[in-house]
């Protein structure tokens, strides 16, 4: 059965549906193998970890203010930025308490009193970036989960990762018009060019492809990203060394990252898609900056921050000194009007995540919410739904 639900999860994850409807048919399949009574499957913002949107199963919504705020404001066990640090993202709170889970605020405050005891969580993340987490949680009388089901989780997340990366992307290039934004190509199993958006067709000219209508030679790693989305529908194979992406450098020598999908077109037959996207760091939601009125350099101190990282750690990746970051850390919280880091992270999520995850407000194709929402510093009185 793990086999199985292992080659579908696989197969659904680079087929290009939706987000929504992405993570519904994962988790039927996953159930199936690791039980659980209840899931979150959540869609995160890569450049500060922060959750942008839900779809879940088994838990009330009542339950959503208090556990965000316990996930934003307090310390606790497995939290999701810190998953999506480790070399292994996925961990038991059962086992991370020793067994008495008590220990979890969350446990102790959100899950126990609806009837759930252990929780299994993921951080979903491909080559080094984080779309979301999953969260599995299991009633006291089915006990703890397992290892062998942690490590049937871990095998997949590289590949939900991805998956929710393509709904991105694919939704993107439809909606998108941006010069330097993702482009479409797809390919009928001859692997022969039937359509192209205009984006595909700039970047496929700045690689030194043809331009349209006779595109011709595509790049190899056109090629390559397909045959191994192919490779992988025959397999299941959860190795995420092959995941179908690649790179490959314009003649600007820019870089761009190469995915591929199968699509189910209009007709009912089956086109594979590749989506050109240039490659960029995340960077942080631009509405932090505006709300708060921080400098470059503050804001990236924030993201770090909110990512849980230390003073030494932002010292060391940003290439400054302990002291300057704390200089930093003393006029941000001024213009944030907080005390504290952990102040600061409740803030920021309180008043510019919150308000958009509750109002469903959409994503761009890198993970962010779009800049047309309007309502910021709103506070809705309804959480949102699974």
């Not at 591929?260 to 089956?270: E, K, P, T």
């Not at 600061?344 to 993970?367: E, M, N, T």
Request: charged share 25%.
């Amino acid at each position: 059965m793990a086999l199985r639900a292992q080659h579908e999860i696989v197969r659904l994850c680079h087929s290009g549906i939706d987000s929504v409807q992405l993570r519904r048919e994962v988790m039927d399949q996953v159930r199936g193998v690791v039980p659980a009574e209840a899931y979150c499957f959540p869609t995160a913002d890569p450049a500060t970890l922060m959750i942008t949107g839900n779809v879940g199963e088994g838990l009330p919504p009542e339950a959503a203010p208090r556990f965000f705020e316990v996930e934003y404001s307090q310390d606790d066990f497995n939290k999701f930025a810190e998953l999506a640090r480790r070399p292994n993202p996925v961990a038991d709170l059962a086992e991370a308490t020793g067994g008495d889970l008590a220990r979890s605020p969350r446990w102790r405050e959100v899950f126990h009193p609806l009837g759930l005891d252990d929780d299994l969580r993921a951080a979903l993340v491909a080559d080094g970036t984080c779309w979301g987490f999953l969260a599995l949680h299991r009633e006291g009388a089915r006990g703890s989960f397992t290892a062998d089901e942690a490590r049937f989780v871990s095998r997949l997340a590289p590949h939900l990762a991805e998956g929710l990366r393509l709904s991105l992307l694919i939704e993107a290039t439809a909606t998108e018009d941006a010069g330097d934004g993702p482009g479409l190509i797809l390919l009928d199993d001859a692997l022969a060019v039937t359509a192209s958006t205009a984006a595909a067709d700039r970047w496929l000219a700045e690689v030194g492809g043809h331009e349209r209508p006779d595109i011709g030679l595509l790049p190899a790693a056109v090629y390559a990203v397909a045959a191994r989305l192919r490779a992988l529908e025959q397999t299941g194979s959860p190795d995420p060394e092959l995941l179908p992406r690649s790179r490959l450098r314009t003649r600007s020598g820019r870089w761009l990252i190469a995915h591929a999908a199968r699509l189910a077109d209009a007709s009912g037959g089956n086109t594979i898609a590749v989506i050109l996207e240039p490659a960029q760091p995340a960077e942080i939601a631009p509405v932090i900056v505006r709300a708060y009125n921080l400098t470059e350099r503050e804001r990236d101190v924030v993201q770090q921050v909110i990512r849980g990282l230390s003073t030494n750690e932002i010292a060391e990746l940003l290439c400054i000194s302990a002291n300057t970051v704390q200089d930093h850390l003393k006029a941000i919280f001024e213009k944030v009007a907080v005390r504290s880091r952990r102040e600061l992270v409740s803030k920021v999520w309180a008043q510019q995540y919150w308000p958009r995850v509750a109002s469903r407000a959409p994503l761009d194709a890198h993970g962010a919410f779009r800049e047309q929402f309007v309502g910021s510093g709103s506070n809705p009185q309804s959480p949102p739904k699974a």
